[in-house]
């Protein structure tokens, strides 16, 4: 995989999983079954939503950076490690993930092993980024 195609399909992934979330803030997803079913209330919800909006905002703006579409004084080392730390996290995630109670959160261990693979993939791949627009 070429670097700036795994970046665009991890941007669409993570406005999905933005959207997934913001679905559970609004309460068309119910809460209950996600987190573990560790929430109890509306106002930690609204926080550990909140969280991962911001957290996947975050990840998005780093993969913009990586590939070259965003221009900043950031070092490529620093992008890296970041990368990495999300590498982590979300294979963290997946292994919670398998181990949920329920099946919403179980089949979404697939999707954070693809952000696992992908991730790896970008940090993985040899290319340069540029400062080039997206196409």
């Known amino acids: 995989m070429k670097l700036r195609p795994t970046i665009k399909l991890l941007l669409w992934l993570i406005a999905a999983v933005?959207?997934?979330h913001l679905a559970i803030l609004i309460k068309?997803?119910?809460y209950e079954v996600t987190w573990g079913g560790r929430l109890?209330?509306?106002s930690e919800m609204y926080v550990f939503e909140s969280t991962s909006i911001l957290a996947n905002l975050?990840?998005?703006c780093v993969l913009l950076?990586?590939?070259g579409?965003?221009?900043t004084p950031i070092?490529?080392?620093a992008v890296n490690v970041i990368l990495w730390i999300f590498l982590a996290l979300f294979g963290l995630n997946t292994l919670g993930n398998l181990f949920a109670e329920t099946l919403f959160e179980q089949s979404l261990s697939l999707v954070t092993l693809g952000f696992s693979f992908l991730i790896w993939r970008v940090l993985k791949t040899?290319?340069?980024?540029t400062k080039s627009k997206i196409h």
């Open 18 to 20: 933005v959207l997934l």
């Open 69 to 71: 579409y965003l221009s």
């Open 40 to 42: 109890k209330n509306d």
């Open 58 to 60: 975050l990840l998005g």
């Open 75 to 77: 070092p490529p080392r």
């Open 28 to 30: 068309l997803i119910p």
């Open 65 to 67: 950076i990586k590939g």
């Open 126 to 129: 040899k290319g340069k980024t």
